[in-house]
């Protein structure tokens, strides 16, 4: 079983920044492609950003040149880096990552972190 807990996420101001992370634990043999989302109140989840296990990464248009995804796999962590940020970009942020154990790859969930941005 792998755990995921995310962090980093409260209350600023537009304009401000806060950085996100996701460390994984438990029976983890590599961590493939990792994302995050996001859920505004009232709205599906949405893909905000992707890298994978070699480094390469998407952006969501509206986050494109603002956010930056990055990994340690030394630490199975993954961050977000937002910067300038915006009142839409409030909701709860979630990871997701791909995990292989040595037998089985499966997609796990963190439990969400608030984001609140204040205009």
């Known amino acids: 079983q792998v755990q995921l807990v995310e962090s980093g996420g409260g209350l600023v101001q537009a304009g401000g920044s806060l950085r996100l992370s996701c460390a994984a634990s438990?029976?983890?043999?590599?961590?493939?492609?990792v994302a995050w989302w996001r859920q505004a109140p009232a709205k599906q989840r949405e893909a905000v950003a992707q890298?994978?296990?070699?480094?390469?990464?998407h952006y969501a248009d509206s986050v494109r040149g603002r956010f930056t995804i990055s990994r340690d796999n030394a630490k199975n962590t993954v961050y977000l880096q937002m910067n300038s940020l915006k009142p839409e970009d409030t909701g709860t942020y979630y990871c997701?990552?791909?995990?292989?154990?040595?037998?089985?790859?499966?997609?796990?969930w963190g439990q969400g972190t608030p984001v609140n941005v204040s205009s």
């Open positions: 890298i994978t296990n070699g480094g390469t990464t």
């Open positions: 997701r990552m791909w995990v292989y154990d040595g037998k089985n790859a499966e997609a796990y």
């Open positions: 438990g029976s983890i043999f590599s961590i493939n492609a």
